[in-house]
């Protein structure tokens, strides 16, 4: 439990204790919802560190990796909102009323949010509990996971003659449901699909494109950790797709599209951290 904050079972009984401990006198407090970008510390924008540094209060999630948060001063309250236990976050609602609630008690708070807090971040429902609340809110962007990976694996989104658009989509259906996309507008050449959190739903995804008329063969990178020195990228098809990822956790991105294919050649760092899975079979690049 972070120091200072007790949650209770029943979110609207949250109390927050301990306000400005410095005798200043009370003051309107602020909510930052800042992009802590993929993970490599470098890729913070000097806003969010500079913000990170004058924070009297970080809340964060469990992945956030320890390099980001030991930028913030010693004597920031860090407040973790993942349960390790469930492995599933705090309940969103409690989260929002924890930043309110922190803010009203005068308080400069960060909240860290990996990537961007606007894309799949759910900051969108953060920023309008503290516009509901009165509270003063901003929203600073971060580099979101599918720029990182396409960097990492040198595998542009969008290249003359392969890719003229791209699109991001998530990959997380409720229970055993599909993901619910539009499957026939994501199966047309000439364009790029990332899908965010879609290692779990991989084999339906690509057999869905594959049903809608994208090529069996169509390349694959899939990009997990992207940025982190334990990044570890994995070149296959669309075909292939399923098997390939099945011994993968995460946190991970699939790149489908003929942009997929220049990994191989471009990649900056062709080396262990690459994998070339040509049908089921793995083999070290
Ligand atoms: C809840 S979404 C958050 C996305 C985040 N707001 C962003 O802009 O990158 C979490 C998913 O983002 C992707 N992701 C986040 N960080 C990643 C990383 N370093 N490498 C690969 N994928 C990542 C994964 O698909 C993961 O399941």
Request: hydrophobic share 45%.
């Given at each position: 439990?972070?120091?200072g ?6 979110a ?11 005798g200043?006198?009370p ?5 930052w ?8 510390p470098?890729l ?20 956030t990796?320890?390099?980001?948060l ?7 309250r ?9 492995r599933?976050?705090l309940?969103?609602?409690?989260i ?9 008690d005068?308080?400069?708070?960060v909240?860290?949010?990996?990537g ?18 009165g ?26 003659g ?13 229970g055993?449901?599909?993901?619910d996309?539009?499957?026939?507008a ?8 990332v899908?965010?959190?879609?290692l ?5 995804i ?80």
């Amino acid at each position: 439990m972070p120091r200072g904050v007790r949650h209770s079972d029943k979110a609207k009984r949250l109390v927050v204790l301990q306000g400005r401990s410095d005798g200043a006198p009370p003051r309107a407090g602020v909510v930052w919802l800042v992009g802590a970008g993929p993970g490599d510390p470098e890729l913070l924008t000097v806003k969010a560190l500079r913000l990170l540094q004058g924070a009297d209060v970080v809340v964060h999630d469990r992945l956030t990796p320890p390099a980001i948060l030991a930028l913030a001063r010693a004597d920031t309250r860090m407040i973790d909102v993942g349960k390790r236990k469930s492995r599933h976050t705090l309940p969103q609602d409690d989260i929002n009323r924890l930043l309110v609630a922190l803010a009203l008690d005068g308080l400069m708070v960060v909240r860290l949010k990996g990537g961007d807090p606007f894309l799949f971040g759910r900051g969108g429902e953060e920023l309008a509990a503290c516009v509901a609340a009165g509270v003063e809110a901003h929203v600073v962007p971060g580099v979101t996971a599918a720029l990182a990976a396409s960097a990492g694996a040198g595998a542009p989104l969008t290249h003359r003659g392969l890719a003229q658009a791209v699109t991001f989509v998530t990959g997380h259906a409720a229970g055993d449901a599909e993901p619910d996309l539009d499957w026939a507008a994501l199966a047309r050449p000439n364009q790029t699909t990332v899908v965010y959190m879609g290692l779990t739903t991989a084999p339906r995804i690509a057999a869905r494109l594959i049903a809608e008329g994208r090529a069996p063969g169509t390349p694959v990178v899939v990009v997990e950790n992207a940025s982190l020195p334990d990044e570890h990228r994995l070149s296959t098809t669309l075909e292939a797709l399923g098997d390939a990822v099945r011994d993968m956790d995460g946190p991970a991105l699939l790149i489908i599209g003929e942009v997929a294919a220049l990994s191989v050649a471009l990649a900056p760092a062709r080396d262990a951290r690459q994998t070339v899975v040509a049908t089921s079979e793995r083999t070290r690049a």
